[in-house]
DNA sequence: CGAATTCGTGTCAATTAACGAAAAATGCAT
DNA sequence: ATGCATTTTTCGTTAATTGACACGAATTCG
């Protein structure tokens, strides 16, 4: 009776979801009895859900008789993280950063060894850096790209190494400059490009990550060197790092 | 009698279910009025799971006030992927496989008659074959699926003898043609898929393994015929073998 | 700017569908 | 075989889920 007037919840879906839970929780299937001990159910219950997690897909009989949790869970949870609207949980830290730096700021995912850039908000000064969303740009020389793959190295390394083509006098074509520049960005947190893909276009960038550390996508701040005061760089890599801290904190809250 | 009797299935776990399956394939959230008719059920209904789902944390209230699907999901199905560390283990050697090979690379894991990929690596060639993690093929014509099923074919085979459909010209329809590919599989130490799932597209799977020999997922290679040079199949096949291998160690020294 | 939809959210009584207890079946160890 | 433990089925009861209806707010349309 001490209990707030809860919000109407439907017992059977709750119970069986419960169910779904432990059972993901678990290196081994488990079997009826202990299941109902556990979660404090009768057995017929825990029975009667178990047949329709089944029947669902949720579940299935291991060899020994018990009852295990498919990778079905896995899958529908997948979809969440590959729909997830990046644009809309970075669409805050986004307008903020615009308005600290009054620079263009880009969000960015990774496709294959380039960044797509899939949101931007435009520099409101004069002299702009115009890449369209949708735009790609080799992931080893900018701000974005390069962040990502700082977070995915041990795997992308040997892949972009027979790929390092020059842009600019600036651009790294060297891998085990690569190698130093990667190190450097993890230790920084941030990533810094030093107008390798667009002559006299600096860039900045910071990783977007999922609870589990997963790197989705990186912030971007785009400056023409001109705009670029003495200190500006630590300011700036600064503000992108915690901008994309918060967007990757927002994530978790989802 | 030929009927197998319709598992009982509670309506509510159900259709608890079928709208957060729903929630999780979409991209934007979505309204009760648009579930209720998209998903045939009462708006009440709908309203009352949607409530029962956000109390358990699965789904949340869009400042948009529509209903999307949390992380949650996520984060229970990412355990069950968890309790099997087999990522972490394999990643090192698809690096491997992807550096010696350019093609794409995939992690799989039997559910069923299918196989799940939990783990990829994109090819850096232009054409590439893209089925997402969390996607599935049918064990009996891919690479990683033919290589599963070669190590459990005993128990298998009358499971798969009544489900071959054909996919492609090259499928393998017939249970005796798929006997003896088995066989030959199993001598071979790895699995070829001669296009019998995609139209062209070829792929190479072999076993990864625990120390008592059971057999947990499969390495793979996915390769376009056009970048297929003579002599390719064996030197690939050899090096996904070798791969797998090199896991299954790495697992017993878990 | 007002009218007409469309939507989300309550209410409530009817009835369905989920429930628990207990019995039947199955499996396992001795 | 015999006895214990677990899984599965059955069944009557009732509580929990349900759908119809209603209301206000928001949105669209004329």
Redesign the pocket.
């Known amino acids: 009776m001490t209990e707030p007037i809860e919000p109407r919840v ?3 879906l709750s ?1 069986g979801l419960k169910i779904l839970e432990k059972l993901t929780s678990v290196k081994a299937g488990m ?4 299941l109902s001990r556990e979660l404090d ?5 825990t ?3 178990l047949q329709t997690l089944m029947a669902l897909g949720y579940v299935r009989r291991e060899p020994d ?2 009852y295990a949790a498919t990778l079905k869970t896995w899958q529908v949870g997948r979809s969440v993280v590959e729909n997830l609207n990046l644009r809309t949980a970075a669409a805050e830290m986004m307008a903020y950063l615009s308005h600290e730096t009054k620079e263009t700021i880009y969000l960015a995912v990774r496709d294959g060894l380039n960044v797509v850039y899939i949101d931007k908000i435009e520099s409101l000064k004069p002299i702009r850096s115009w890449n369209p969303i949708g735009g790609t740009a080799p992931i080893y020389c900018v701000g974005t790209g390069k962040a990502i793959l700082s977070a995915n190295y041990a795997i992308l390394r040997d892949q972009v190494a027979p790929e390092l083509q020059l842009f600019t006098d600036k651009t790294i074509t060297d891998i085990e400059a690569l190698d130093r520049d990667m190190a450097a960005t993890q230790l920084r947190g941030y990533a810094v490009d030093t107008g390798e893909f667009r002559q006299n276009i600096l860039s900045f960038g910071a990783n977007i990550a999922l609870p589990d550390g997963e790197v989705i996508g990186a912030l971007g701040v785009s400056v023409p060197d001109v705009n670029l005061a003495e200190g500006d760089v630590e300011k700036i890599g600064a503000l992108v790092q915690h901008a994309a801290r918060t967007v990757s904190e927002n994530l978790a809250r989802l």
């Open positions: 439907d017992s059977t119970k079997g009826v009895s202990e159910l009768t057995k017929s219950n029975f009667r859900l008789k018990s």
